[in-house]
């Protein structure tokens, strides 16, 4: 009996032998195995329906487990390519959903690592009874923890659809590839031929679709990328010897007093992080705005901010879509929000209508004020119309403080642009352009921001505002 066990599992994590497996490595491509032991702490990885599949197909192409990452546990399942094409068979899709019901459970965050094919077509043979499956199993645990998704080579049909239910998608340049059906499925759907990069690859998940939130440059790096991840979002998470309060000469120069000139928020969102802590999500995607995690004395933050060298900060859709799915990141596991205004307002025209941009504006606001959550308000130089609605510049919106630098102008909308649309007289055109031109002092003197501050003393301030804030408990712990 002891021998049995011992070759059942001896050929369980074979995967698909040393043929296949040396042709991934050949390929510079990390199998199954190796990719699940690049994410975890070492020698910490627990292993469940190992014999799933028997030996014909080991572990069913489906490797799962718990381990833990930076000394935290973390349920994590990666798909074998090098077995069945990493599709989906009828033992591997139960152990799917063992693994998701498992990470509700014991309320641990869950990593997937996609690179198959989808449901394995052999299943049309079986009688498979009637159960839940590992899709409704991740729309439950949603929200409830952290899910981090790491699409290492092409993923296509079911499998994929982990993508869209994650909180984050990390996707390796190159071989990762997301799509409903792959290339073969498309030609004999459509007759249109079309490689899997083309289809949905980096270029078209990172910055068109917006479904792809960090690029990776290979497999190690996108198992660093989700440990980093999964750092801003692990409950009282503080890393030794946090930086505190500090004077940010720099940006008088990084910042223009010019409300017209441009400049780069991140360097902005640099000098206020604490040191290299920093890490941008959906970069290519709604380039007028930046969703940021970082530390903030050593506190995880979500920054939201306009980014005035992309249209002068407009808010144009896929910017209002990625900052309404940051907010509700933010909202479910606890990460007060800083936001950055800087912006003319929501982006005007035919194109925009089209787009449909005041449903995103809408449900970029609906997310902003929905989140339960420390919210710290900053406007920067410029903040018109539902733009500074949606930056949360009105102070009840749950904001725990509300701030501005002293040369801001804001209103409903630019003065010059609502004289002339009013069709109003000289003497109104001048006194509307010269109340907008006159600074936050109006505005403070009826609490309107709860102060005025020298641009030096930012992070300071937003520190200020987070322990105002630090007796709200998080949701996820």
């Known amino acids: 009996m002891l021998a049995e066990l011992d070759r059942r599992r001896a050929a369980a ?41 028997g030996v014909e197909l080991p572990a069913d192409a489906f490797v799962a487990g718990a381990g833990t990452v930076d000394g935290r546990p973390v349920f994590v399942g990666a798909e074998d390519f090098s077995v069945a094409g990493g599709s989906i068979g009828l033992a591997g899709g139960s152990k799917r959903a063992r693994l998701i019901r498992l990470a509700a459970q014991e309320r641990a965050p869950l990593a997937m690592f996609l690179e198959g094919a989808g449901h394995r077509a052999t299943n049309a043979l079986s009688h498979p009874r009637p159960a839940p499956h590992d899709l409704q199993a991740l729309a439950d ?3 409830q923890v952290p899910i981090v998704v790491i699409v290492s080579g092409p993923s296509a049909g079911h499998g994929a659809l982990a993508a869209p239910l994650a909180d984050c998608v990390i996707m390796v340049d190159g071989p990762g590839a997301l799509f409903t059906a792959g290339p073969p499925l498309v030609a004999a759907a459509t007759g249109e031929v079309v490689d899997k990069q083309t289809l949905g690859g980096t270029a078209v998940h990172a910055r068109q679709s917006g479904l792809v939130h960090l690029v ?14 999964l750092g801003y979002l692990a409950p009282g998470c503080t890393p030794d010897g946090p930086e505190g309060e500090r004077d940010l000469p720099e940006l008088y120069d990084l910042i223009p007093p010019n409300p017209r000139t441009p400049y780069d928020m991140r360097a902005v969102v640099e000098v206020l992080a604490d040191a290299e802590s920093a890490l941008e999500l959906q ?12 530390r903030l004395g050593g506190r995880s933050v979500g920054i939201v901010a306009n980014q005035p060298k992309v249209r002068a900060g407009a808010i144009d859709v896929p910017a209002a879509d990625k900052a309404a799915g940051f907010f509700e990141l933010c909202g479910r596991f606890g990460l007060p929000v800083v936001l950055l ?24 606001y609906l997310a902003l004020r929905r989140a339960p959550v420390p919210k710290i308000h900053v406007t920067l130089r410029k903040a018109f119309g539902f733009g500074s609605t949606v930056m949360g510049m009105n102070a009840f919106e749950g904001q725990s403080r509300s701030l501005a630098l002293p040369g801001v102008v804001m209103g409903g909308m630019p003065a010059e642009v609502g004289a002339a649309t009013a069709k109003e007289n000289d003497r109104t055109r001048e006194q509307l352009v010269s109340t907008e ?11 309107t921001y709860d102060d005025v501050i020298d641009p030096k003393r930012l992070r300071t301030e937003i520190l200020a505002g987070l322990r105002i804030a630090a007796g709200r408990s998080a949701p996820y712990a």
Do not use: C, K, N
Not at 19 to 43: E, F, I, K, W, Y
Not at 283 to 294: D, Q
């Open 141 to 143: 645990l949603s929200g």
């Open 283 to 294: 970069a290519g995607y709604g380039t007028s705005m930046l969703t940021t995690l970082a």
């Open 341 to 364: 205004a800087d912006t003319p307002g929501l982006l005007a025209g035919q194109a925009a209508e089209r787009a449909g941009i005041l449903r995103a504006g809408a449900r970029m």
């Open 437 to 447: 031109a006159s600074g936050p002092w109006r505005l403070a003197e009826t609490v």
């Open 216 to 229: 990776a440059a290979d497999q190690r790096h996108a198992s660093e990328l989700a440990r980093r991840w």
């Open 13 to 53: 994590r074979v995967m698909g032998g040393e043929q296949r497996l040396a042709r991934l490595a050949a390929a510079g491509h990390a199998d199954a195995r190796s990719r699940v032991a690049m994410l975890l702490d070492p020698d910490s990885f627990v292993e469940i329906g190992l014999l799933a599949g």
